[in-house]
């Protein structure tokens, strides 16, 4: 992959039908979906499909259907891509939800270290609270606290993704989990 192959211009050929282009985009973002998606996919709808799998199917989705995405600027893509990611997982703990889990009893368990509904409750308030302040924020900050919180890249890959310096995208992300951090307060 070349320096100078933005996201943008990656998105345009491929449009254009660079299957290059294609297999490039989906190189470039496949690690970062892995590493994000690791561990939200509850162990008890881990059955036939695990996490790595709805990566992979995010990814054939998108780039299948990469006329529709209207480019909104640097990081749009990724935050398309974490959108759509997110709801594939959902929909796949409502579908075990429906269908019931199945375990197998492990007698060597002393403790149940699954967490109580209580805990689960509590943890998808705070989710659902994170994810409506997300929502409210610019859609630039928005994508920029996507790019450093949930994906970890660096301030300098971010400010190569969206083609600013290290210095204004770090300062650009602190403005934006401040207001991130504000709202989140205002929500409580």
Same mark, same amino acid.
């Given at each position: 992959?070349?320096?100078?192959?933005?996201?943008?211009?990656?998105?345009?050929?491929?449009?254009?039908?660079?299957?290059? /282009?294609?297999?490039?985009?989906?190189?470039?973002? !496949?690690?970062?979906?892995?590493?994000? /998606?690791?561990?939200?996919?509850?162990?008890?709808? @881990?059955?036939?499909?695990?996490?790595?799998?709805?990566?992979?199917?995010? !990814?054939?989705?998108?780039?299948?259907?990469?006329?529709?995405?209207?480019?909104?600027? /640097?990081?749009?893509?990724?935050?398309?891509?974490? =959108?759509?990611?997110?709801?594939?997982?959902?929909?796949?703990?409502?579908?075990?939800?429906?269908?019931? &889990? =199945?375990? &197998?009893?492990?007698?060597?368990? *002393?403790?149940?270290?699954?967490? =109580?509904? !209580?805990?689960?409750?509590?943890?998808?308030?705070?989710?659902?609270?994170? &994810?409506?302040?997300?929502?409210?924020?610019? /859609? @630039?900050?928005?994508?920029?606290?996507?790019? @450093?919180?949930?994906?970890?890249?660096?301030?300098?890959?971010?400010?190569?993704? *969206?083609?600013?310096?290290?210095?204004?995208?770090?300062?650009?992300?602190?403005?934006? *989990?401040?207001?991130?951090?504000?709202?989140?307060?205002?929500?409580?």
């Amino acid at each position: 992959m070349q320096p100078e192959e933005t996201t943008a211009l990656l998105l345009d050929r491929a449009r254009g039908g660079d299957e290059g /282009a294609r297999d490039r985009l989906a190189a470039r973002y !496949l690690p970062m979906l892995r590493r994000w /998606a690791h561990g939200r996919l509850p162990p008890s709808t @881990r059955d036939l499909t695990d996490t790595d799998d709805l990566v992979q199917v995010t !990814l054939f989705r998108v780039l299948k259907q990469i006329g529709r995405f209207e480019y909104g600027g /640097a990081g749009s893509f990724l935050a398309y891509l974490r =959108s759509t990611l997110l709801n594939l997982l959902r929909n796949e703990i409502r579908r075990v939800a429906r269908r019931g &889990e =199945s375990l &197998e009893l492990d007698e060597a368990l *002393v403790e149940d270290e699954t967490a =109580s509904p !209580l805990e689960q409750a509590i943890g998808r308030e705070r989710l659902e609270r994170y &994810e409506a302040a997300l929502e409210a924020l610019p /859609a @630039r900050a928005r994508e920029l606290v996507i790019m @450093r919180l949930e994906f970890d890249m660096t301030y300098d890959d971010i400010a190569s993704e *969206v083609q600013s310096t290290p210095d204004a995208v770090r300062m650009a992300i602190r403005r934006a *989990v401040e207001a991130l951090t504000h709202a989140l307060g205002e929500r409580a």
